[in-house]
């Protein structure tokens, strides 16, 4: 069963860089990992994917060291809007089938 | 934009009242799931399907019971509903068998049982 391990709550600036990281030390071989962010009220929505090393996109970074027991979001610059719950999700095993199951997530809250 | 919808978006029920709430996608998705969540807390994977006819229960113990007919719709019932089950219900799709796979969430319904 790969879980993952995040902080509950982080607090930032706004213009600040933001790190959270994510510990899901029993990741299968094949699986990648996936970040999400949600809103309240709504439901999580993909930021970002990857596999190994270093991934970016338009909002986010995602690195992943060689031993792939961990990973950290990057989030460059957070403003009020990136205030939010953000999952780390790795493959799961439902009775032998893989399913995607959440952690606990962390809050980050973006002050002015 | 993802094409997922589920219906009703908010739903205020009595007691014992049978109720079911609706997920569908227009993606092609083979896989579906159904979480469910309290205000301020994780997601619990209930129910999620592999394809047509295809069902398994979540690590969440949940009264509730799915089916799966048709590709694009994975409805969720619930025989009896109670106060217990009042919570957000959200569906979500991916395609099957990768293991970068994508999730893509709808809006979710807010069930509230009185």
């Known amino acids: 069963l790969a879980k993952t391990t995040q902080p509950i709550s982080m607090d930032s600036y706004e213009g600040q860089e933001v790190n959270i990281t994510c510990s899901h030390n029993?990741?299968?071989?094949?699986?990648?990992i996936t970040w999400y962010q949600q809103f309240p009220s709504q439901g999580p929505r993909f930021i970002i994917q990857?596999?190994?090393t270093k991934v970016t996109n338009e909002v986010a970074s995602l690195f992943i060291p060689a031993d792939r027991k961990s990973s950290t979001l990057s989030l460059p610059r957070v403003s009020l809007s990136d205030t939010a719950v953000y999952y780390c999700?790795?493959?799961?095993?439902?009775?032998?089938?893989?399913?995607?199951?959440f952690g606990s997530g962390t809050r980050l809250q973006v002050q002015p | 934009e993802a094409d997922i919808y589920q219906t009703p978006r908010y739903l205020v029920i009595g007691t014992g009242k049978k109720i079911t709430l609706e997920c569908s996608q227009t993606?092609?998705?083979?896989?579906m799931y159904w979480y469910q969540q309290d205000p301020g807390m994780e997601l619990h994977l209930i129910h999620y399907?592999?394809?047509?006819?295809?069902?398994e229960k979540g690590d969440l113990s949940s009264e509730s019971t799915v089916s799966r007919i048709r590709t694009e719709h994975f409805p969720l019932t619930l025989e009896s509903a109670r106060p217990s089950h009042t919570s957000q219900y959200l569906c979500?799709?991916?395609?099957?068998?990768?293991?970068?796979?994508?999730?893509?969430f709808g809006s979710g319904t807010q069930l509230s049982v009185l």
């Open positions: 979500a799709s991916s395609e099957l068998g990768a293991t970068n796979e994508k999730l893509f």
């Open positions: 029993n990741i299968a071989t094949n699986d990648y």
């Open positions: 990857g596999y190994k």
């Open positions: 999700l790795v493959g799961d095993r439902q009775a032998g089938r893989r399913a995607l199951t």
């Open positions: 993606m092609g998705h083979d896989k």
């Open positions: 399907s592999y394809g047509v006819n295809s069902t």
